[in-house]
């Protein structure tokens, strides 16, 4: 066995599963006490995690917070653009970023590997990297296979940082070939997509529902066997939260 085989093989030994049997909170509005029958919480990278929980770090992989425009037209050569002006998800006003070489992609695991690295020091036990398929939002100008490269490369750095990585939306996409190790699914219920998820995750799946007749049915359905949470679409400190 190699070195870095070694190396890698630690390195995988200290990631934490994610725990089954318990419930979850999505707090990436902003934070607020959590009740003792939650174990998993996943919050915001600038957030502290709370001890005794099993903490889940939100980082926006594939686009930019819409707060921090200032610091990606510092690095503008890596937002992707359409005629000059660049490619934004409009239903959060974010742009997306420039995965389309492996030049590009490298250097963005780089600035994204570092904000893993911050929620490993903060004491996170996993990541979640956002926007997986921001690609289907891009008018056709990034590849399933690139978005998939790109994140390739962001679960190597979870995992060298010894934290769990999470797959974002893209149900039915097996993101176990590349290292994911649970899926966070935001409307499963919704759109009757948790038994994608489940068919490679188990009962690794985090469901986050923001319709009520969504939540039921989710609960009806998987919540013998997932944590399913109701939220309100801002996921703000005092919106609606509810359990199976």
Excluded at 184 to 196: F, L, Q
């Amino acid at each position: 066995m190699s070195l870095l085989t070694t190396l890698a093989a630690v390195a995988a030994l200290a990631v934490t599963p994610l725990p089954t049997g318990t419930d979850v909170d999505y707090q990436l509005g902003g934070d607020r006490p959590v009740p003792a029958h939650v174990g998993i919480v996943a919050r915001d990278r600038e957030s502290a995690p709370i001890d005794g929980k099993y903490n889940v770090c939100y980082v926006n992989g594939f686009q930019t917070q819409s707060n921090e425009r200032k610091f990606w037209k510092k690095h503008w050569n890596l937002v992707l653009k359409k005629n000059g002006k660049a490619v934004e998800d409009s239903a959060w006003g974010e742009w997306l970023l420039d995965v389309r070489t492996a030049s590009k992609r490298e250097r963005l695991a780089r600035i994204v590997g570092r904000w893993t690295d911050g929620c490993a020091d903060d004491g996170y036990d996993a990541v979640e990297f956002d926007n997986l398929d921001s690609f289907t939002r891009s008018h056709h100008l990034i590849t399933k296979k690139e978005a998939v490269a790109y994140a390739g490369l962001l679960v190597d750095a979870a995992h060298d940082a010894g934290l769990a990585a999470g797959q974002k939306n893209l149900a039915g996409f097996d993101g176990t070939s590349i290292g994911y190790d649970f899926a966070v699914a935001e409307e499963c219920g919704r759109y009757r997509e948790c038994a994608s998820y489940t068919k490679f995750y188990g009962d690794r799946v985090l469901a986050i529902e923001y319709r009520r007749q969504d939540f039921r049915w989710t609960c009806q359905h998987v919540g013998d066997d997932l944590p399913v949470v109701l939220r309100d679409r801002n996921l703000t400190t005092h919106g609606v939260r509810k359990w199976c």
